[in-house]
């Protein structure tokens, strides 16, 4: 045990006199944790303040060619998090990164762990993702994280939620201090972003003369709810004519496929599955729909904000709420509500926000602003 492999992606790991900054993560799937891991690497690394290390449990999934060159990225090569304890240790003693910052609650254990038993004087940081109390999950560790990160996240110097209600429902369920846990928005709107939305789109819907086209974008889980989308989108089908297009993977594919047959909405509905640029559908939907039972801070909805379009979105823990300030930047409903939720579809048909004043809102998460952020407190600590 204790061994792992380096990948650089450019030039050698080579002595420097530049504090080194370490993000800790399970592997680089599609999800908001990754994404936002990968955008903060990316603004950290055009400062050149910094070396930066990227360490994984496994090196997968489809964001690792995104991740910029002047990244260290290093493969603890265990396929699991528990696993990756003690090769984490191992890395902690060689390398005595200035920082080490981790996401999501049980990669936030398995760090705070690792930071004990190495021994070493890093910062921690804890940036927890999810809000808590509204979490499900099937798996063993479900039951066995919240305990430890109860008695573990004291000993960290930073805990973080990405938005307030992550903040403050942490808080309530770990019996913290209130404003113990601070707020770290993540990193989300950048040039890239603007750049990517204005990319070629060759699919048919987006022609002239088509029905209008609503966009959803997230892993085909329960958290997304999606079967509450299909079923908002059959009502919104009986009163005008529209599509709708799912972005994303996940285990209920068969189960969403079979359920648009039997509401008789399949030839209006396309799950193309996973795509590198969504942007360019945000850019051209006519309305984005957010039909999640809960969130931590939901990328997507800031994303399609800075693409113009307008967004509609379940009242979830936690998120939607703040970012669209009470519904001022787009419609909320409540959660696990198709009636509502179809309500709202056919509001933002009817009344679409100006594309400025969404783009306004979402430049409050940019990349520039989240890095300073982070920096502002790593240097208060």
């Known amino acids: 045990m204790g061994k792992f492999d380096v990948r650089i992606n450019q030039g050698k790991n080579s002595m420097t006199t530049k504090k080194r900054i370490?993000?800790?993560?399970?592997?680089?799937?599609?999800g908001g944790a990754e994404k936002a891991v990968v955008k903060m690497l990316k603004g950290l690394s055009q400062r050149n303040d910094f070396d930066l290390d990227l360490v994984l449990a496994?090196?997968?999934?489809?964001?690792?060619?995104?991740?910029?060159?002047?990244?260290?990225?290093?493969?603890?090569?265990?396929?699991?998090?528990?696993t990756a304890l003690f090769p984490l240790i191992n890395y902690l003693r060689q390398n005595r990164p200035w920082a080490l910052i981790g996401n999501m609650g049980h990669v936030n254990v398995v760090a705070t762990l690792a930071k004990k038993l190495s021994g070493i004087d890093t910062?921690?940081?804890?940036?927890?993702?999810?809000?808590?109390?509204?979490?499900?999950?099937?798996?063993?560790?479900?039951?066995l994280v919240p305990p430890l990160m109860k008695w573990l996240y004291p000993s960290a110097d930073l805990v973080a939620g990405v938005s307030d209600g992550v903040a403050r429902d942490l808080e309530n369920c770990l019996d913290f201090p209130t404003g113990m846990v601070k707020v770290l928005h993540n990193p989300i709107v950048d040039d890239e972003l603007f750049a990517n939305a204005t990319?070629?789109?060759?699919?048919?819907?987006?022609?002239?003369?088509?029905?209008?086209?609503?966009?959803?974008?997230?892993?085909?889980?329960?958290?997304?709810?999606?079967?509450?989308?299909?079923?908002?989108?059959?009502?919104?089908?009986?009163?005008?004519?529209?599509?709708?297009?799912?972005?994303?993977?996940?285990?209920?594919?068969s189960q969403l496929e079979a359920m648009a047959i039997d509401l008789g909405i399949s030839e209006d509905v396309a799950l193309p599955g996973f795509v590198k640029n969504p942007y360019a559908y945000m850019s051209r939907a006519s309305c984005f729909v957010l039909s999640s039972r809960e969130e931590g801070l939901p990328t997507v909805l800031i994303e399609a904000m800075a693409c113009g379009c307008t967004v509609v979105s379940t009242d979830c823990p936690s998120?939607?709420?703040?970012?669209?300030?009470?519904?001022?930047?787009?419609y909320l409903v409540p959660i696990q509500d198709s009636v509502a939720l179809s309500e709202g579809m056919l509001q933002a048909l009817e009344h679409p926000l100006a594309?400025?004043?969404?783009?306004?809102?979402?430049?409050?998460?940019?990349?520039?602003?989240?890095?300073e952020q982070y920096l502002s407190f790593l240097n208060s600590i």
């Open 199 to 253: 990319e070629p789109l060759e699919h048919p819907w987006f022609g002239e003369n088509q029905p209008p086209v609503f966009l959803a974008v997230g892993r085909l889980n329960p958290q997304k709810d999606f079967p509450n989308l299909l079923q908002a989108f059959a009502m919104v089908r009986q009163k005008k004519s529209a599509r709708l297009i799912i972005l994303g993977e996940g285990e209920l594919r």
């Open 123 to 143: 910062k921690l940081v804890l940036v927890e993702q999810n809000t808590l109390s509204a979490s499900k999950s099937n798996l063993a560790r479900a039951n």
């Open 58 to 82: 496994k090196l997968e999934g489809p964001y690792l060619d995104r991740v910029p060159k002047q990244v260290r990225i290093v493969n603890l090569n265990t396929g699991r998090v528990i």
């Open 355 to 371: 594309q400025t004043t969404l783009i306004e809102r979402a430049n409050c998460f940019s990349i520039d602003s989240a890095v």
């Open 22 to 30: 370490t993000f800790f993560l399970d592997a680089l799937h599609g």
């Open 319 to 330: 998120g939607p709420e703040e970012i669209l300030v009470g519904g001022k930047y787009g």
